[in-house]
């Protein structure tokens, strides 16, 4: 049974740092496709970084590029997710998630979800 179980969320002013970190279980993540999805209050999700199996295809939503930074640890079988310089406009719920191999960035394209944690940046 997979399981991916984040960890890190918080309340951070803006221009704060947070460090999200997510563990797997039942699922090897060096050779999965892994991803960070963020839902903002009223909004749909949305892909903010991930990376495909080969780390060949790295991939950012434009808002974050230049202050978030998607990791991988292969031996500890984590993701993270390296969030500098945060913004109001980042507060959402975050949720590590495995995507489904050759299939893009897309939502249903998520085989396997984390419970989400929740990432506040006061004004």
């Known amino acids: 049974q997979v399981q991916l179980v984040e960890s890190g969320g918080g309340l951070v002013q803006a221009g704060g740092s947070l460090r999200l970190s997510c563990t797997a279980s039942?699922?090897?993540?060096?050779?999965?496709?892994m991803a960070w999805v963020r839902q903002a209050p009223g909004k749909e999700r949305e892909f903010v970084a991930g990376d495909s199996w080969s780390g060949r295809d790295l991939y950012y939503v434009d808002s974050v590029k230049g202050r978030f930074t998607f990791s991988r640890d292969g031996a500890k079988n984590n993701v993270y997710l390296q969030m500098n310089s945060l913004q109001p406009e980042d507060t959402a719920v975050y949720y590590c998630?495995?995507?489904?191999?050759?299939?893009?960035?897309?939502?249903?394209?998520?085989?396997?979800w984390g419970q989400g944690t929740q990432v506040t940046v006061s004004s």
């Open positions: 039942g699922l090897t993540i060096s050779s999965s496709a």
């Open positions: 998630a495995a995507v489904r191999r050759g299939s893009g960035w897309r939502i249903d394209a998520v085989d396997y």
